[in-house]
C-alpha cells in the first residue's frame, strides 16, 4: 500500500481508538441514559473527539486519495471513520461494528424529530411553529388557515397573557384540528428570568426615555437606592446589581443600546451608552437587558415557571426551557415534574445564552437521561450573549453537534421577520430562511403576516432544501467540543 495511505490508516486507528477511551470513560454516565439513547450519547462523545482538534491536514488527505472526508457523518461518525479504514484494507469483525450507521442515524433522528412535532406529511420538510399573539384567541378563522397552510406545532408563550387565554388559545387549536383532521402539537415555553427594563426617575415618558450617546445612566432597584437627577433603568430582578462588575458590558433592547459599567456602588450602577443603533434612540418600558460578561447566579426556573408547571403539565406536548444554563437546571425542572406526576414529558433546551453554548454537551446528556428531547436556538438574546459575529459560526456548531445526539432542532427568531411585521422581506433574511431548512423545525414570531410569512417559508426551503447536501464543511476545532473534553 501507498505510504501515504499507511499514515491515513495510523491517524485514522488513533482517532478511532481515541474515540472508544472517552467512550470508556463515560460507563457511570451509560447507566443513567435510557438505552434508547445510549447509542446517541456514544455518538456524540465520539463526534466531539473529532472535533476536538483540528481535523482539516487529515480531511486534506482523504480528498486527494478519493475517500471520504467524513463530513455530513455528524449522526454515525465512527462507522464512518470504519468505513475508510475498511477501504484501507482494515478488516472489522461484526460485533466491532458500530451499530450507528448512516441509515439508522437518519432513521433514529426521524423517529425523535416525529416524537416531538408530529408526523410531517412532505418529505424533507422542516415542521413550522407558529408562535401565538393575544388576538389569536378569538380568530378561529386565522388558526384554521395556520393549519390548511401548514403549521404543525402551536407556540404558546408564558411570560404573556394569562391561563384564561392560554386556554382559549387551546380551545381555538383543538377546534381547528379536529375540524381539518391536521395534526398540531401544543408547545409552551417557560418565561424563565428574562431581564427587563422598568424606567425610574427622570425623562419617564409614556413608557420610554430619550438617551444619546456618552450619557451616563443608573442601574437601581428601586428609587430609593439612587437619590439622583439622573435616567434610572432598574433590571426586573432582584440582585443584579451586586453582580456586576466595572468594564462589564450591558445591552439594552436586544442590543439596541449598547452600555458599558463605568462605576459601582452598593445598590446601583452607573452605565455610560457607548453607541445606539436605533434612529429614535430611547429605552423603552418591558426592553430586554443582557449582561454578557457577567456571570449571573440567577435561576433559571423562576417562581413564576413553577406556577405556570400544573397548566403546561396538563395541556401541553412539548415544554420549552428558557435560559437553560447548566446540567443542575435540567435536574430541578425534573423534580418539579416528577412531583406533579408529570414524568414524560419533552423538554426543549432553549440555548440563548454564553453559559449555554459552554456547557452545551453537557446539557445535552443530561437531557437525554429522560424522554424525547429537542434544542431551539433562540437567536435573539443568544446573538446578543455571544456577539453578532460569532451567531453564524455558533448557530452551524449547535446543528452539527445535535446531529451528532439525533437530537432534534427547532431554529428560531427572526425568521422573516421582516415580511412577517411589514409584508416585505430583505434580502438577507431570505438568505438566512434558506440556511433554516437545516433544522427539523422552524419558530415564526407572532406578527400582521404569518400567513404570507408561511407561504414564502415553503417556497423558500423547497428551493434550499435540494442544495443542502451539497455543502463540504471543514473540520477545524469546535470550542464547544475541547472545551468539554478538557473538563472531563
Known sequence: ?????????????????????????????????????????????????????????????????????????????????QAVRERLGHSYAKDELSPSSFATSKIKLEENRVGLFGIQTTSNFPSIMVTFDTGFAGNYPLVEDLLKNGMNVARINCAHDDETIWSEMLQQIKKASENTGIECK?????????????????????????????????????????????????????????????????????????????????????????????????????????????????????????????????????????????????????????????????????????????NFPALLMEGMKGSNLGVMIARGDLAVEIGFERMGEIQEEILWICEAAHVPVIWATQVLENLQKSGMPTRAEITDAGLASQAECIMINKGKHTIEVMKSLKDIIERAASHRIKKRFTFRPLSIASDFLERQ
Open 1 to 81: 500500500m501507498d505510504a501515504e495511505l499507511i499514515k491515513i490508516n495510523e491517524e485514522l486507528s488513533a482517532l478511532e481508538q481515541k474515540m472508544l477511551r472517552e467512550t470508556e470513560k463515560k460507563a457511570l454516565l451509560f447507566q443513567q441514559i435510557p438505552k434508547t439513547h445510549q447509542e446517541a450519547v456514544k455518538n456524540l462523545i465520539k463526534y466531539l473527539v473529532l472535533r476536538g482538534e483540528d481535523r482539516r491536514p487529515l480531511q486534506e488527505k482523504l480528498h486527494i486519495h478519493g475517500l471520504s472526508s467524513m463530513t455530513s457523518s455528524e449522526g454515525h461518525i465512527h462507522r464512518q471513520v
Open 186 to 358: 401544543i408547545y409552551m415555553d417557560l418565561a424563565g428570568p428574562k431581564i427587563r427594563t422598568k424606567l425610574l426617575g427622570k425623562g419617564n415618558k409614556k413608557g420610554s426615555v430619550k438617551v444619546k450617546p456618552g450619557q451616563l445612566i443608573w442601574l437601581a432597584e428601586t428609587l430609593e437606592d439612587l437619590n439622583r437627577k439622573e435616567i434610572i433603568v432598574s433590571p426586573t430582578e432582584p440582585g443584579i446589581i451586586q453582580q456586576i462588575k466595572i468594564g462589564d458590558r450591558v445591552f439594552i433592547d436586544d442590543g439596541m443600546v449598547r452600555c458599558s459599567v463605568e462605576c459601582q456602588h452598593s445598590k446601583q450602577v452607573g452605565i455610560r451608552i457607548e453607541k445606539i443603533f436605533s434612529k429614535k434612540g430611547k429605552i423603552k418600558e418591558e426592553k430586554g437587558i443582557n449582561f454578557p460578561d457577567t456571570a449571573l447566579d440567577i435561576s433559571s426556573l423562576t417562581d413564576f415557571d413553577i406556577k405556570c408547571l400544573p397548566f403546561v403539565c396538563k395541556n401541553a406536548d412539548l415544554v420549552g426551557f428558557s435560559f437553560v444554563k447548566k446540567p443542575s437546571d435540567i435536574t430541578l425542572l425534573r423534580e418539579k415534574f416528577e412531583k406533579l406526576h408529570c414524568i414524560n414529558l419533552p423538554i426543549i433546551l432553549k440555548i440563548e445564552t454564553l453559559e449555554s453554548v459552554e
